[in-house]
């Protein structure tokens, strides 16, 4: 665009034609399937006169379809902790071994201890319905370190070590079978115990995630911790602060994630507490990239309507506008590497320092000031303000004035002194400016200091 003083008369005339309108697209009249990742082309052509001679302008452009969560371009938002049902209405009962699988469509199975009769295709197909692009099946498995789940309730079925290549199909399935595409990874939500133990042995649940083997539950948090180590596995404490199963030793690690929400309207101020300790005590580790310490929001969904399924939310970033599709490795890679935004509500928000994404590292020199880039989305209207907090290694050092949202998405830009070595995460709240309903829990980047 130039300088007002250097146009043409022609252009001044042409400017000053300029108007901002908007086109709306008959989505009726685009004849293939489209999903929330789909850009659609459209051409804009502009006919009119100019000095008594005709002209045309023609513009291509590409439109992406919103889905109903907030659109975070390459973030893609998604639920880390999810059950399916051991006894499915008018399929089958969970068996006891594998034989007992007759159907060819497994994602029609359930495997675990949800109490709405509900098999890991209906919970796929809920996700898809609530905007999801991907989903962490995590049923229990057995106690023991065999899991018997005969030993259990009749209606609390166990993920066994048998049926453990059948959930992988029935996950595989509901990824690739159905359209469009939601990712379902196989996991594990590992226990110490069962709950009929509960009053005698320590707690502790972790997710297993990216393990391609069955692991047992027994024992204590360390050995939980134990099995999901090594060979790209990974394991993220589930619920830390729940009553009856909350995680009792915080000595054991190396953990690489914890639910700073867990089906809850809010953070859990102890789990957050815990993951910035972890993460001051460990920051040379994160610096140099060699472990991280990732903050989940998730549902813990036993029931569709469980409060937390479909608002707890996960969105991560995987630098392309293309959601996982088929592949769980990016949606493991991501979380690995701590590229996410835990979300309490759906509403999302991103931040960057020096252009540096979540999970990642940058190099800058002591007392040096970095750039602090926040974007936001609310996901309700009735959200009509935002405000920021952004905290170094653990305390806020910079809030924003409150925010205008009128219903749209915000971004905040501020400048932060880097005295040492330290992690920047961010903060997003949103509400009525008194009351904060939703917040968003940006990961942080790590920042060395030379």
């Given at each position: ?75 893609h938002p998604g639920d880390g902790h999810v059950h399916t049902s051991g006894e499915i209405s008018g399929i089958i009962s969970q068996p006891d071994d594998s034989t007992g699988y007759p159907l060819a469509a497994r994602e029609n199975y359930g495997f ?53 290549s059948i959930y992988q199909a029935a996950c595989s399935r509901a990824t690739t079978g159905y359209y469009p595409t939601v990712t379902v990874c196989p996991g594990e939500e590992l226990a110490t115990k069962e709950i009929p133990e509960w009053w005698v ?250």
């Amino acid at each position: 665009m130039k300088n007002p003083d250097e146009l043409t008369a022609e252009e001044a005339k042409i400017q000053q034609a300029l108007k901002t309108t908007t086109l709306a697209v008959d989505l009726t009249q685009i004849t293939t399937d489209t999903t929330s990742e789909t850009a659609v082309p459209v051409t804009v052509r502009i006919m009119g006169e100019l000095a008594g001679q005709p002209f045309i302008v023609e513009q291509q452009t590409m439109v992406f379809l919103l889905a109903s969560l907030p659109n975070g371009g390459m973030w893609h938002p998604g639920d880390g902790h999810v059950h399916t049902s051991g006894e499915i209405s008018g399929i089958i009962s969970q068996p006891d071994d594998s034989t007992g699988y007759p159907l060819a469509a497994r994602e029609n199975y359930g495997f675990s201890d949800a109490t709405d009769a509900t098999s890991v295709l209906d919970r796929r197909n809920q996700a898809n319905s609530r905007g999801l692009q991907w989903v962490v099946m995590t049923d229990h498995v057995g106690d023991n370190g065999g899991g018997d789940h005969m030993s259990q309730p009749a209606f609390q079925g166990r993920l066994e070590a048998e049926e453990w290549s059948i959930y992988q199909a029935a996950c595989s399935r509901a990824t690739t079978g159905y359209y469009p595409t939601v990712t379902v990874c196989p996991g594990e939500e590992l226990a110490t115990k069962e709950i009929p133990e509960w009053w005698v042995l320590p707690t502790g649940h972790l997710l297993s995630y990216a393990s391609s083997l069955y692991t047992a539950s027994y024992g204590t948090c360390q050995n939980l911790i134990n099995q999901t180590t090594g060979n790209a596995r990974f394991g993220v404490i589930a619920h830390p602060f729940n009553a009856a199963c909350g995680w009792s030793d915080w000595n054991a690690t190396p953990w690489r994630g914890i639910e700073v929400a867990s089906n809850q309207s809010y953070e859990d101020s102890g789990a957050v507490s815990q993951w910035d300790q972890k993460l001051l005590v460990d920051l040379s580790a994160e610096i140099a990239g060699s472990i991280r310490h990732v903050a989940m929001s998730n549902s813990d969904v036993h029931s569709s309507s469980s409060a937390g399924w479909g608002t707890n939310i996960n969105y991560i970033y995987t630098g392309s506008y293309a959601a996982p599709g088929t592949s769980p490795d990016v949606v493991w890679n991501a979380i690995r590497q701590g590229e996410v935004t835990a979300s309490t509500d759906g509403s999302f928000a991103a931040a960057t320092v020096n252009g540096t994404y979540p999970g990642h590292t940058l190099s800058v020199t002591r007392n040096s000031t970095v750039s602090v880039s926040v974007t936001g989305t609310p996901v309700s209207s009735s959200y009509t303000f935002a405000r920021v907090e952004v905290r170094r290694n653990g305390y806020v050092e910079k809030t924003s004035p409150l925010i205008s949202l009128n219903g749209s998405n915000f971004s905040w830009l501020t400048s932060l002194q880097i005295p040492v070595d330290s992690y920047v995460r961010v903060d997003a709240l949103y509400g009525n400016g008194a009351t904060w309903n939703g917040i968003c829990l940006v990961n942080p980047v790590f920042i060395y200091t030379y």
